[in-house]
């Protein structure tokens, strides 16, 4: 298992990272959810159990192939390729075309991170109560951001910017 070309981390997160709070997202902003929709329909979304379970009726988002991340014994979800680890994940990877999304959550952005080499991810200009966070990809090894993104007020009033980072390979000295 490593870095792979076709794997990108998309999140959304307010100031200090935070990214949900009792298992919902801490704001969606239209923008956003256009953005996200663009980026991944058409495409393959990894996604853990617990947010999927959030998805409307817990089922998989229309038009992305899913695969869920879940060690629960016989869990199972219709129109949706079930992982138990990350071995089995890495293993369905290989028949996948499109470009995947990691999609969250939290658990599943930090188990994932190190595997991806883009990741986009909105900035919310606010800072709400959190229990779940993104990693902090500036402390991350290896990445750079590509793109810092402009600030834009959303339709809701709070401002927000599209930021993207990909992975810096260092040059080997020696080639
Ligand atoms: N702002 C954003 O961009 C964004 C995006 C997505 C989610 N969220 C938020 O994130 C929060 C949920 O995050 P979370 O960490 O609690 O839950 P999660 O990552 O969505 O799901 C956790 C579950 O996924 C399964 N899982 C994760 N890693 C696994 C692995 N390596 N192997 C097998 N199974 C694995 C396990 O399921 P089992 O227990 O079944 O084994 C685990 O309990 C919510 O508040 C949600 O709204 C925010």
């Given amino acids: 298992m490593k870095v792979r070309d076709d794997l ?17 997202l801490l704001m969606r902003i ?3 959810m256009r953005h996200f929709r663009e980026q991944t ?5 990894l996604v853990g159990r617990k947010t999927l379970e959030t998805f409307k009726d817990g ?5 992305r192939d899913t695969i869920v991340l879940s060690a629960t014994p016989g869990y199972g979800v219709e129109g949706a390729q079930v992982a138990a680890d990350l071995k089995a ?7 996948v075309k499109t470009r995947i999304y990691v999609i969250g959550g939290a658990s599943v952005y930090r188990d ?3 595997f991806c080499s883009r990741a986009i991810i909105t900035r919310f200009d606010a800072e709400w109560e959190a229990d779940a966070h993104l990693p902090d990809i500036s402390q991350e090894t290896g990445w750079i951001c590509l ?5 834009k ?12 980072y990909i992975r810096h390979t260092p040059q080997d000295p020696h080639q």
């Fill in 112 to 114: 994932l991170i190190g």
């Fill in 8 to 24: 990108i981390l998309i999140s959304s997160s307010d100031r200090n990272g935070g990214i949900g709070k009792d298992n919902a």
């Fill in 153 to 164: 007020d959303s339709e809701k009033g709070i401002r927000y910017r599209i930021q993207e």
């Fill in 89 to 95: 994940l890495f293993d369905l990877l290989e028949a």
């Fill in 147 to 151: 793109d810092a993104g402009d600030w």
């Fill in 59 to 63: 089922k998989p988002l229309p038009n």
């Fill in 30 to 32: 239209p923008e956003d």
């Fill in 41 to 45: 329909v058409g495409q393959t979304v």
